[in-house]
């Protein structure tokens, strides 16, 4: 069974202090890793696809790397809002469906 | 210009009772799907429809039903309401394989 896992649960900055997040997973057959940015009472919002180990994606202050083992979300200088939950998920096999993990709840202090 | 919506935004109900929850996309999607996301913000598949074939998670209780009367449209039923079905529903389609969500349904059962 495809488990992703998500650390830290929380994660509170300072503004301009530059951090990661971690997604592990284990699965069978990776096809793409998908990061989502959720903020409160809303849906998800996409981010990046990052699909073979080595790639790389940026984003304003945001930066998605890819390894056969895991992806790190790089936030460089953080600003207030940048808080919201990270959701990473994974794409496996033939069935169109992502499994996603819990999420990295991160809040960015003025 | 909205991709994914998503009808009621909020929705509270006794048990027992059975209620619907719509879905349109205007992205020219072929492929929609429901999310159940619980309280500790983990989000989970329930279905997957595209081009009349449907997929459905194992784990997904028979009181809930996928209708779908074209193909920007799929609309969720669920008979019989438990406390427990209460969570945010996200329905979501996709082109490729990156999904794009809608606003979410805040499902609250007494």
């Known amino acids: 069974e495809d488990q992703v896992t998500q650390s830290p649960e929380a994660l509170r900055l300072q503004e301009g202090e530059s951090s990661s997040l971690n997604c592990s997973y284990t699965?069978?057959?990776?096809?793409?890793l998908f990061w989502y940015r959720q903020d409160p009472g809303k849906g998800p919002e996409f981010l990046f696809t990052?699909?073979?180990a080595g790639e790389e994606k940026e984003k304003e202050r945001l930066k998605a790397t890819l390894t056969k083992k895991e992806s790190f979300l790089h936030i460089t200088a953080p600003k207030p809002e940048d808080s919201a939950t990270y959701l990473c998920a994974v794409l496996t096999g033939s069935a169109r469906q992502l499994t996603f993990g819990s999420g990295t709840q991160l809040t960015v202090l003025p | 210009d909205t991709a994914v919506s998503q009808t009621p935004k909020y929705l509270v109900t006794q048990m027992g009772n059975d209620k619907s929850i719509k879905c349109e996309q205007n992205?020219?999607?072929?492929?929609m799907y429901w999310y159940k996301q619980d309280s500790k913000k983990f989000l989970k598949i329930m279905f997957s429809?595209?081009?009349?074939?449907?997929?459905i998670n194992e784990t997904v209780p028979n009181r809930f039903s996928p209708k779908s009367p074209d193909k920007a449209h799929l609309n969720l039923h669920i008979n019989s309401l438990e406390l427990g079905d209460s969570a945010v529903y996200f329905c979501a389609s996709s082109q490729e394989d990156r999904p794009d969500f809608g606003p979410g349904t805040r499902l609250l059962v007494l």
């Open positions: 992205l020219g999607h072929d492929t």
């Open positions: 429809y595209n081009n009349k074939e449907l997929i």
């Open positions: 990052l699909y073979s």
């Open positions: 699965v069978s057959g990776l096809r793409g």
